[in-house]
């Protein structure tokens, strides 16, 4: 009996591949021998609990450490009140870059308008009630200072677009275990060296460094995670690890509430990361990787592990290490680079769909996380409930990507947050009750779309490439980061532009998104090849790498 020719990427119910022995079981079929989801990828996922909060404080942590307070000029040698020596605004109160050349003359109590005034001469004076320090009052970044805070924050996610091509290939070439104690000592020296910072220029220098090494945990630690699972259980593991993200993201808010400093707010941020480096000798290395870089001694031990871990028998029998072996000898071990992403067709459409897919994401949430207001909240409470509301998004995406599929609820996810951008242009502002929830409601689906991707790209990629692919998608979606904030800039041209510029788009990439292939219920590619050619797709995790077309 012959299979049907069909393609890898879809799935035809009814058809079934049957393997003929051990030494014809796939990586999928050995990971369902040891247990493909139990005590030992809980553990894992454990282990990368405290390097998985880290991320969103350090990503986010600008908010706090380059908070701009209200400020007001320093007034020196003058024998006259505040308000006769720096000029006051519309609103009655100080301004905060100007000041006069000499003491205004008074008439009937009020401020000769024909008094020059100065920039700042002798500092400023800040209000300390919400923050006791951050980089903008220990440096005076104000007024035509004012863009070096926002400024770091680039220089951050520069360093994180870097860390993504290197960690990229470092992880794909050398192994998910060793890159990943590069990045957490690496993230932990400069994390730490950062909050010693004598200058604008070193902090900066330190931020981007440090940027760079935190790309190899985002990376390697969730796809550890997914390649220690079978296709059921993968967007459990993708699920749980992007909770971290919320969960972490409200740690920020309560560690900058108690800790308003930000010297030491950088340092309680990144000290989790000592835990990671001690824990990192119990890590395993992806028995996936091994497998399909010819390493077959080493992937036989992990998956040992596994099994005791998992309290099932030990894959000592003869057959399955030569099902190893022979899975192992059958992939060549090289080098990939970037261009490998872009030789064959598929993994070329692949790659432009989904980078230019991570982008849209990247720039609707965070723009929509930028321009969200109308609570009245502190900026703590504030922080903390815009972390909250990820939450309920992420458990409601986890029971619609196994469900209805991947790319649905990608397309889905991106359309409905354009819609919800698009309700908002017509919605007049003192509305500010529906405006607020319909941003809400926007934020949610953007953070389920960027849920959805994770997990998707994962899957699209071979083994061989994967941490590479997720390198190239991830500096696009860096690159849309760092767009965000430059977008909302486009309301000094019309006050609604930025709206439409993120609608437009997050509606455009959700139309795009449906020419990526749907990975639902689908064994993980293991080489470029697997992903270029025809397979039997259903019960396909029970088909041998060598003979995917035949029984």
């Known amino acids: 009996m012959r299979c049907a020719k069909v393609n890898f990427w879809t799935r035809t119910s009814g058809l079934r591949c049957h393997r003929s022995g051990p030494a014809g079981m796939t990586f999928d079929a050995l990971l369902d021998e040891v247990g493909a989801f139990g005590p030992f990828q809980v553990l894992l996922v454990v282990l990368m609990a405290s390097s998985r909060l880290v991320l969103p404080c350090n990503l986010l942590l600008n908010n706090f450490i380059g908070a701009v307070p209200p400020h007001r000029c320093k007034v020196a040698r003058w024998n006259a009140t505040t308000a006769s020596a720096v000029p006051l605004g519309d609103d009655g109160l100080p301004q905060a870059c100007g000041t006069f050349v000499r003491p205004p003359s008074l008439v009937a109590g009020n401020q000769s308008e024909a008094t020059p005034t100065v920039p700042c001469l002798h500092g400023w004076i800040y209000d300390n009630s919400t923050f006791s320090s951050t980089i903008a009052t220990e440096w005076d970044l104000v007024c035509e200072r004012k863009h070096l805070p926002q400024t770091i924050n680039i220089i951050f996610f520069l360093g994180l677009m870097l860390g993504s091509l290197l960690f990229g290939l470092l992880s794909d070439n050398y192994g998910r275990r060793r890159s990943l104690l590069l990045s957490y000592v690496l993230s932990l020296a400069l994390g730490l060296a950062s909050a010693w910072s004598d200058s604008y220029v070193l902090l900066a220098v330190l931020r981007f460094l440090s940027g760079t090494a935190l790309a190899g945990v985002s990376l390697v630690t969730i796809t550890l995670c ?326």
């Open 226 to 551: 997914i390649e220690w699972v079978n296709s059921s259980h993968r967007a459990s593991m993708c699920v749980i690890g992007s909770l971290s993200w919320s969960l972490g993201n409200m740690l920020l808010a309560g560690l900058a509430f108690l800790i308003n400093d930000w010297r030491p707010l950088v340092v309680a941020v990144n000290a989790p990361l000592a835990l990671a480096v001690l824990t990192w000798r119990w890590v395993p290395e992806s028995a996936r990787w091994l497998c399909a870089n010819a390493q077959v001694e080493k992937a036989h031990l992990y998956l040992n592990k596994c099994a005791r871990a998992n309290k099932r028998p030990e894959l000592a029998s003869k057959d399955i290490v030569e099902a190893l072996s022979s899975a192992g000898k059958s992939k060549k071990s090289k080098k990939y680079t970037f261009l490998h992403l872009f030789k064959t067709p598929k993994l070329r459409k692949i790659s432009l769909v989904s980078g230019i897919a991570w982008y849209g994401t990247a720039v609707t949430y965070y723009g929509i996380s930028l321009n969200l207001s109308g609570f009245g909240l502190s900026v703590y409470l504030t922080h903390f409930v815009y972390a909250a509301v990820e939450v309920p998004a992420r458990l409601l995406i986890y029971f619609l990507i196994n469900r209805i599929g991947r790319r649905p609820c990608l397309v889905g996810t991106l359309v409905l947050t354009a819609t919800c951008i698009g309700v908002n242009i017509f919605v007049p502002e003192d509305v500010w009750q529906l405006r607020s929830a319909v941003a809400i409601l926007g934020k949610g689906l953007s953070e389920a779309s960027a849920t959805t991707i994770i997990l998707y790209t994962h899957e699209l990629y071979p083994t061989v490439l994967r941490q590479t692919g997720l390198g190239f998608t991830s500096v696009l979606s860096r690159v849309g980061v760092s767009v965000a904030p430059l977008v909302l800039f486009l309301e000094d041209v019309w006050s609604v532009l930025p709206q439409v510029v993120l609608c437009v788009g997050a509606f455009f990439c959700g139309l795009l998104a449906m020419l990526l292939p749907e990975t639902l219920d689908l064994k993980l590619p293991e080489t470029v090849q697997d992903v270029e050619t025809p397979a039997c797709s259903k019960g396909q995790e029970d088909v041998p790498l060598e003979t995917k077309n035949t029984t």
